[in-house]
C-alpha cells in the first residue's frame, strides 16, 4: 500500500531543524530557553527573518501537543515584538506552513519584520530571498534581535549559543 505524502512528510529520516537545535548544524540563534529556540533564516525574505521551533520534534501544528502550545506562541509574540525593535521597523509578520510550502518537516514559525510597501506581498516579490551581504551584516542583525529579545524577557534572555 502507497503512503500517503503526509505520512512521509512526518517521516523525514533528516530533520535540518533538530540537527540545529542539537548542536550539530550552526544557526544564528536570537533567543533559546527550555523548550524552543529562534534563529535567523539563512535564506531571508527579509533582513530580521526569524525562524522559532520547539526543541522537540513535532512535523506540523497539529502535531504540537497542546502544552507547548501557549509556551511557544507566547515566545512568537514576544519575537515578533524583538524583531520590530531589532530592526526598526513598521510592524511584524507571522505565518505557520503545515505541509504544503513548509520545507522542513518540523513546525516552525516565521517572523518577519514589515515596513509600509515593502513589497514582501507583491506579485512579483513574494517570497523572493534576499541573502545577507555578509557575515559581519547578519551579525548585527543577530545582535539586535537578541538585546531587543533580552529587553522584553523580565528573566533576561537565556541565550546560550552564538554566531
Partial sequence: MARTELELFEDSPACAFCAIVEGR????????DSISLAFLD?????HGHCLLV?????????DLPHDLVAPLFATARLLS???????GAEGSFLA???IVSQSVPHIHVHIMPRWTKD???SMRMIWQRRPYRSPEDMTK???????????????????????
Fill in 25 to 32: 548544524v550552526p544557526c544564528r540563534a536570537v533567543f533559546e
Fill in 42 to 46: 539563512h535564506r531571508p525574505l527579509v
Fill in 54 to 62: 520547539p526543541k522537540a520534534h513535532h512535523a506540523t501544528l497539529p
Fill in 81 to 87: 515584538i524583538a524583531v520590530q525593535r531589532g530592526m
Fill in 96 to 98: 505557520i506552513n503545515t
Fill in 119 to 121: 513589497g514582501l506581498f
Fill in 141 to 163: 542583525v543577530q545582535e539586535a534581535i537578541s538585546r531587543a529579545m533580552g529587553e522584553l524577557c523580565p528573566e533576561g534572555n537565556p541565550l546560550r549559543r552564538g554566531p
